[in-house]
C-alpha cells in the first residue's frame, strides 16, 4: 500500500475556448459595421429649393378612382373606354412636346385594368414618359 500523500493539483483555467468566443463575436461585429466612407475630396454642394424649381406645366396628371373614373388633371373624362381616355391625353398633350410627364395617381384599390387602360392611352397618345404618384407609409405626403 502506498500511503504517501499526492501532491493536490492546482485548478486551471483552459483559455481556449473563451478566445475561440471573443474571435467569433469579433469577426461578428466587423462584418456587421458599417463604416462611413471618406472621399478624397471634401465637397460641399449647392442648395435648391426642387419644389420651388420644379417644371409643372410639362406635367400631366392622371387620378384613376377605386371605381374606375378617370380625371385629367383635375378635370374629369367622360368615359371610361380607352379612346375617350386617349383623345383626352392627346388634347392635354399638345404643345408639350417629348418633355411632357404623365404621372399616374391611381387609388390604391383601383382596379389593374384601369391603370393599363391610363398607359396605353398614354403610348397611343405619344406620351413615352410615365411615373406613378405613391405616398409614404409614414407621414401621408405624396
Do not use: C, W
Not at 51 to 57: F, G, I, L, V, W
Amino acid at each position: 500500500m502506498n500511503f504517501r500523500h499526492r501532491s493536490r493539483e492546482e485548478p486551471e483555467i483552459n483559455l481556449i475556448p473563451f478566445i475561440d468566443v471573443l474571435l467569433v463575436v469579433l469577426i461578428f461585429l466587423m462584418l456587421s459595421t458599417t463604416y462611413s466612407k471618406f472621399t478624397e475630396l471634401q465637397v460641399k454642394l449647392p442648395e435648391a429649393n426642387a419644389e420651388a424649381q420644379r417644371d409643372r406645366p410639362k406635367e400631366i396628371i392622371v387620378a384613376v378612382s377605386a371605381d374606375g373614373r378617370y380625371a385629367v388633371n383635375r378635370t374629369l373624362v367622360e368615359g371610361r373606354t380607352l379612346d375617350a381616355l386617349t383623345q383626352v391625353l392627346g388634347n392635354a398633350s399638345k404643345g408639350g412636346g417629348k418633355d411632357m410627364v404623365l404621372i399616374i395617381s391611381a387609388d390604391a384599390s383601383a382596379a389593374h385594368q384601369s391603370v393599363i387602360t391610363v398607359m396605353e392611352a398614354a403610348r397611343r397618345a405619344g406620351l413615352s414618359q410615365i411615373t406613378f404618384a405613391t405616398q409614404s407609409a409614414l407621414s401621408g405626403n405624396r
